[in-house]
């Protein structure tokens, strides 16, 4: 009666665990050995002192904070916004900074922003843009009184934040392109601010959250386009955040809101903002990706 046992060519295939580690020894070093000279690289990390940015939004929240926030760093900003109060931001900044009156949705306008980040950036021309700048919109499709939304609404909402955002992605990447790579193999990078909205929008948000998840939908292949070119893209989808907007809510709608933050149990600070945007700027491995700022909420 034949064997009921394991054949030899099996068994010969069996290796004590003693000899695999030994083989996996073997295979690392081999690794090891075909690893460039650079290996392992002790500090990749994108360097802001005396590099110019061009911070979109910069009269006062977001864009304010991450304006300043670069500056205390060491680096140099441009600082673009409608507002007239971008002018006094930065005259509180100090000479390391310049303001330009722009509308993100003009190609005129946000190609002279971008020309005076490129001049204030000296040898390095423009590092990097961090895109604040947008406007929150709320319209339900069909009001109490049964009446359309308001299509010109609409379309200014989606102007202004998803073709702004493009307007200003183009421009930039174009400036950045002619740099010389830096010591981390960049040309530079885009920050652009999107919204939980994309996410989790509600009642009234069409315009707004359809707004957002483009922005939101333009981080992948913006950053893959621009990868030849050496330019990350990404993206900061905040939650609820303390802003000049925000302050104007009544309190009984901001303890509302604040109750749905698991933790920490408040709005988000603007500074928090900034501190992630210099996390995105200085770590060249974060490109094509959206990173939620919302303490844990989730819109109902």
């Known amino acids: 009666m034949p064997s009921l046992g394991r054949s030899s060519s099996s068994t010969s295939c069996r290796r004590p665990p003693a000899a695999i580690f030994s083989a996996s020894s073997c295979a690392l070093k081999r690794t090891r050995q075909r690893l460039p000279d650079t290996w392992p690289i002790k500090d990749s990390r ?21 304006a300043g926030r670069l500056i205390d760093l060491g680096g140099k900003v441009v600082l673009c916004d409608l507002s007239d109060g971008v002018f006094d931001q930065a005259e509180a900044l100090g000479e390391r900074a310049r303001a330009v ?12 922003a971008v ?29 109490r009184e049964g009446h359309p ?10 102007q202004i934040n998803l073709v702004g955002t493009f307007n200003v992605m183009r ?11 830096c010591s981390s193999g960049e040309r530079g990078v885009i920050v652009n601010t999107a919204s939980i909205a994309a996410f989790d929008g ?10 957002k998840a483009g922005v939101v939908g333009m981080s992948l292949p913006a950053a893959r386009e621009l ?6 893209v990404m993206a900061i989808a905040p939650g609820v955040f303390e802003t000049p907007m925000m302050s104007e809510i009544p309190r009984d709608a901001h303890d509302a809101l604040v109750a749905g933050v698991p933790f920490p149990k408040r709005l988000g600070r603007a ?30």
């Open 271 to 300: 500074e928090e903002f900034a501190l992630l945007a210099e996390q995105i700027i200085t770590n060249p491995m974060l490109n094509g990706e959206v990173i939620r700022l919302d303490g844990g909420i989730r819109m109902q």
């Open 115 to 143: 020309e005076a980040a490129v001049t204030l950036g000296g040898e390095h021309g423009l590092a990097g843009v961090v895109h604040c700048a947008g406007v929150v919109s709320v319209a339900k499709l069909v009001d």
């Open 46 to 66: 994108v360097d802001i002192h005396n590099r110019c940015f061009l911070i979109t939004g910069a009269a006062s929240g977001l864009g304010a904070a991450t």
């Open 227 to 232: 990868s030849r070119h050496a330019i990350r």
């Open 171 to 181: 421009l930039a990447a174009a400036a950045m392109a002619k740099n010389a790579p």
């Open 149 to 158: 939304a308001d299509l010109d609404a609409y379309a200014r909402t989606i």
């Open 101 to 112: 009156k722009g509308d993100v949705t003009s190609g005129e306008q946000m190609a002279q």
């Open 202 to 211: 509600q009642v009234g948000q069409c315009a707004y959250s359809a707004s």
